[in-house]
């Protein structure tokens, strides 16, 4: 297991080989054990090489952009409490409210036959939701992500370390497909505010 520091100006990110194949199917397990209302997110995300962006909220995979949680969210909720982006690229196991006694909280999958291919990028973040809990990562205990591969096999584990206490946002990292094939980048990012903050530094 890997403690996540935060990336400073000029850092070098430490990445993780998973697969030569962009068809595979990736899982990213969230857990925690706490009382507070951590959710895990992601996006269907172009970079150039000028950074990550996304253009349409079909690509981006969140509770708050879901309609079973959220009135004006585009994402179709299913009756387990799943959600899914339209094109399938991305599922969601579903809104988990606490961290108390569960293994795994949250669960994104990622089915990369059905990633675009302009699709290059997939940023993972965690955030802390403010109203069931005003929280920060300082009051969260073992806030962290599972990589694993479609046979359950672990391919990386991370846990935040006390440097994210005083954010309630993290940027775990992001899933790249490139030359080499797919690799989790992990990019220690805090932010402070809410996931309408975080998708204005990526649109």
Known sequence: MLQLKIQKPGDPTPKLRLSMNKGDRFTVELEWDSPHDLDAHALLATN??????????????????????????????????????????????????????????????????????????????????????????????????????????VLGEYKLSDEFSAYDCVQMGSLIHGANGWEYAAVGVGFSGNFNMILENFS
């Open 48 to 153: 150039p090489g000028t950074g990550a962006k996304v253009d349409s909220f079909d690509k981006v995979l969140s509770t708050y952009n879901c309609a079973k949680t959220n009135s004006e969210g585009t994402l179709p909720g299913n009756p387990d409490g799943s959600f899914e982006t339209p094109d399938g690229a991305l599922h969601h196991s579903g809104d988990s409210k606490t961290g108390v006694d569960k293994a795994v909280d949250e669960v994104i999958t990622v089915n990369g036959s059905k990633v675009a291919a302009d699709v290059n990028e997939i940023p993972i973040f965690i955030t802390i939701h403010h109203l069931a809990r005003p929280a920060t990562f300082g009051d969260v205990k073992h806030a962290g992500i599972r990589i694993k591969d479609a046979g359950g096999r």
